[in-house]
């Protein structure tokens, strides 16, 4: 007989997340533990739990999932996970604070569904330009749309802070094309010469209104991945889902929401497939490329 499948979930803020926790269930989990207010420090022992319990054969049926609102708390939770293992004494571990991971790779999985990029060349061509590219969201997508070769724009309120941004992606993809840009002359460029937008910004904000919308004249693609109103992009509604609106493939928060979904039940799977799965954003993003 097979052991439970039992994930931990780990959580940084005072109570764990319900949404995290129903999902792990849908996805098949026979156990949760679940533990709110988790820091690096308290982690250590939530892991030696998880690792030392089982023999070897069953490790592949503990696992852990780190999340929480804080996505830098829960960065540091995950560091320290993977620290703690002893070599292979280990067991598998998913990374999605506030859902910052899966959200990202959808929003990059769609894009790359219109503009495709199987390869550097193909994907040299396009142009993207990620609004809000500073958050936890943005930045990822901008990651992820620069590994596949796209040439990125990362917007913000502040140009120190998107070339902040810019370099901390280049020391994960040296290769990648990037531009910071502040509004100005230079995003209004960035606009008019984007094929792909994604409006990344903070719940509730419009970064792109009717005008600027009008003057995006090449953008094929647009995603607003802010689900609170007034939408982040004026025109796109969040249930959209490869809507075409003004010669162009729209989608907003809940279009992307069903493959974010699947992308996170996958994830949840294959951290039971062996004991050393450890999934962030990149892993994410090459299980929903499979999808
Ligand atoms: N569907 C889902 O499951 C899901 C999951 C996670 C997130 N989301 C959505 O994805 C979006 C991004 O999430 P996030 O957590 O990365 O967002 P965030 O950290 O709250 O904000 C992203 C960026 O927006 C900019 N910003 C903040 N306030 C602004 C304002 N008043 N005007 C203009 N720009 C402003 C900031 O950049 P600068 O200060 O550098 O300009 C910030 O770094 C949100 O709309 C969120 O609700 C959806």
């Keep these: 007989m097979s052991a439970a ?7 940084c803020d005072p109570q764990p997340s319900a949404f995290d926790a129903i999902v792990a269930i ?24 998880a690792m030392f319990t089982r023999g070897e054969d069953d490790l592949a049926s503990t696992a852990i999932f780190v999340g929480g609102s804080d996505v830098r708390a829960a960065e ?6 993977r620290q703690t293992f002893l070599g292979p004494l280990r067991v598998s571990v998913f990374l999605d604070p506030a859902g910052a991971n899966t959200t990202a790779c959808a929003a990059a999985v769609v894009a790359t569904r219109h503009l ?6 193909l994907a040299g061509q396009w142009q993207a330009l990620v609004l809000g590219g500073t ?18 724009t990362v917007a913000s309120r ?19 094309l990037l531009e910071p840009v502040e509004p100005g002359i230079f995003l209004e460029q960035a606009i008019a010469r984007a094929d792909l937008i994604v409006a990344a910004g903070a719940a509730g904000t419009t970064l792109l209104d009717g005008s600027a919308v009008a003057r995006a004249k090449k953008a ?35 279009g992307v929401g069903g493959i974010k979904m699947r992308i996170h039940r996958t994830a949840i799977h294959k951290l039971f497939q062996s004991n050393k799965a450890c999934l962030d954003v990149e892993e994410l993003y090459a299980i929903g490329t499979e999808l």
């Excluded at 499948?5 to 959580?11: H, K, T």
């Excluded at 495709?116 to 060349?121: F, G, L, Q, T, Y």
């Design 158 to 176: 502040s140009r120190v802070r998107a070339a902040e941004i810019c370099q901390r992606i280049m020391n994960q993809v040296p290769q990648a």
């Design 220 to 254: 094929q693609v647009m995603i607003d991945l802010n689900a609170v109103p007034p939408a982040g992009i004026e025109g796109i509604i969040a249930t959209d889902k490869a809507q075409q609106r003004h010669d162009r493939i729209v989608y907003g928060a809940f």
């Design 135 to 152: 958050g936890p969201v943005g930045q990822r997508v901008a990651q992820l749309l620069a590994r596949t070769g796209m040439r990125v």
């Design 26 to 49: 849908d996805a098949g989990v026979d156990v949760l533990l679940r533990h709110g207010g988790v820091t690096p420090e308290s982690a250590v022992a939530l892991v030696h739990g």
């Design 76 to 81: 540091a939770i995950f560091e320290k996970v």
């Design 116 to 121: 495709p990029c199987s390869d550097r060349a």
């Design 5 to 11: 499948r039992v994930l931990l979930q780990l959580d």
